[in-house]
């Protein structure tokens, strides 16, 4: 089985999770902690070299103060208690958002894991928080505009690369795979540029109950398909072909 290098999930249903069950929506966000922690010792086994979670997004802070809040001290937890794991598991984690819209205790922590994991090389745990795709694209447009003002970019000279190494994900390959809870069927302001030739798979568990036959499933489908990165599978076969006769 091909397993895909990034996989960036859009963990979605905590909250419907808990209501369907009549519980408080925080309850249902703890038990989405759980499969955080089960899904990454997944991925590390499986030997998938990136993984990113939309764990709070820019339009999240609209949510009800105590909700909001509940949230990041339930982030503040997680963290606190995950930093022997990822040194143990050889796990390098990253974060990518407005983080300084974060408190500034939950900063702190994120800084510290940030700086304490940074040669770990097993696998890397990219947590988006307060992150929207507009926006971090928006970041990326006025950073450019004072490169030009500056004399450092010429606008006629602009390519892709230029926009590229000004966003969050800058070094993180683009996600091979995205794949989004709940049944859902949207993307949600999230990793726009980076998915411009990822698979989608989208399922109706909710988070909560994302389990390891769920990942299966996806990993499944995600073989299933040929990616083709705009060629025919005609040419894509060629080159298979190709690569194939090189290696004999």
């Not at 970019?153 to 390959?173: A, F, G, M, W, Y």
Request: contains cysteine; negative net charge; hydrophobic residues 35%.
């Amino acid at each position: 089985m091909q397993i895909p290098n990034h996989l960036a999930i859009i963990m979605d249903g905590n909250g419907r999770w808990a209501e369907q069950r009549r519980l408080p929506r925080i309850l249902g966000h703890r038990k989405g902690v759980e499969t955080v922690q089960r899904v990454v010792d997944e991925c590390l086994e499986l030997g998938i070299g990136f993984l990113t979670l939309y764990a709070f997004s820019s339009e999240n802070w609209g949510r009800p103060r105590h909700e909001v809040d509940a949230l990041m001290g339930l982030l503040g937890n997680f963290l606190e208690k995950e930093l022997d794991q990822l040194q143990q598991r050889g796990i390098r984690l990253v974060a990518i958002g407005e983080l300084d819209r974060l408190p500034q205790a939950t900063v702190k922590i994120l800084d510290d894991i940030i700086e304490k994991t940074k040669h770990n090389t097993q696998m890397v745990l990219n947590l988006a928080l307060s992150y929207g795709s507009r926006n971090e694209l928006t970041r990326a447009m006025r950073q450019i505009g004072r490169d030009i003002a500056e004399g450092k970019l010429q606008p006629d000279n602009l390519s892709e690369e230029d926009i590229k190494v000004r966003l969050d994900t800058h070094d993180i390959p683009d996600p091979d795979l995205l794949i989004r809870t709940s049944g859902e069927k949207r993307v949600s302001n999230f990793l726009l540029w980076q998915i411009a030739y990822t698979e989608l798979y989208f399922t109706e568990a909710l988070w909560p109950d994302f389990s390891r036959e769920e990942l299966a499933q996806a990993l499944q489908a995600y073989n299933s398909r040929q990616r083709r990165f705009g060629l025919t599978g005609a040419q894509l076969d060629g080159m298979q072909e190709s690569d194939g006769e090189g290696r004999h």
